[in-house]
């Protein structure tokens, strides 16, 4: 998707190691989101970033950290990773608050297998 | 009262037929109603949002439909089409939170 990119877009990794997903802009938007998409239950949000070292914990936080640096880069980090985060991990952007809503754009996703 | 229950899970439709996506809500301080599409392998897109100050809004052949005193709203999706196939989300938000609430998703299908 135009302006926001997510690395990689498939891994295997093993239970118990530690993952980074790498979620990069440019377009400048304040707000970042790191959401997973799993059957049945629609998109969870992981972590969220209102600026530069500004952010907070979503609804599924646990086993998940989060950081930002810089504008353009959201990291997600899988501290270590277990077999119920195998997921599809989707990035999104958004730079409004409040009056004309919230156009999130969405990358094209992380399929993360934990074996 | 955080949550947005969409209705169906799955819906299967004939070309030509009209589909329709259903929401709820129980926060009645939402007040920003989008509808996403998703395709296989991609994120999702942002289709078409309403504001609770009107009860229709429509962008060729999709149209949200808003009820405020039922708490509830629609995705219409006239002459569906087989390019219309794919997964849509409904969610909500309110005031200048920042973030919205998404309704499980239903899987559309339109079958040539």
């Known amino acids: 998707d135009a302006g926001i990119t997510q690395s990689p877009r498939h891994k295997v990794t093993e239970t118990g190691t530690p993952v980074t997903l790498r979620c990069h802009q440019t377009?400048?938007?304040?707000?970042m989101y790191w959401y997973r998409q799993d059957p049945g239950h629609g998109l969870r949000l992981i972590h969220y970033s209102y600026g530069v070292k500004d952010t907070d914990k979503g609804e599924v936080s646990d086993g998940y950290s989060v950081s930002r640096s810089k504008t353009e880069d959201f990291l997600l980090t899988l501290e270590s990773a277990t077999s119920s985060q195998t997921s599809v991990y989707f990035c999104?952007?958004?730079?409004?608050?409040?009056?004309?809503?919230?156009?999130?754009?969405f990358g094209s996703g992380t399929r993360l297998t934990v074996v | 009262q955080q949550q947005v229950k969409q209705s169906p899970q799955s819906l299967i439709v004939q070309k030509g037929g009209i589909s329709i996506i259903n929401c709820a809500y129980e926060?009645?301080?939402?007040?920003?109603f989008p509808w996403y599409q998703q395709f296989p392998g991609k994120g999702p897109a942002l289709l078409i949002a309403i504001r609770p100050d009107v009860s229709e809004k429509k962008e060729g052949r999709f149209t949200i439909s808003f009820n405020k005193s039922a708490k509830q709203f629609s995705l219409h999706i006239m002459d569906s089409q087989p390019g219309d196939s794919a997964t849509y989300f409904c969610?909500?938000?309110?005031?200048?939170?920042?973030?919205?609430?998404w309704g499980a998703g239903t899987k559309l299908i339109i079958k040539p």
């Open positions: 377009e400048n938007h304040r707000y």
């Open positions: 926060n009645t301080a939402f007040d920003y």
């Open positions: 969610a909500a938000s309110w005031g200048s939170n920042y973030q919205l609430i």
């Open positions: 999104a952007i958004s730079n409004k608050s409040g009056g004309e809503g919230y156009g999130y754009t």
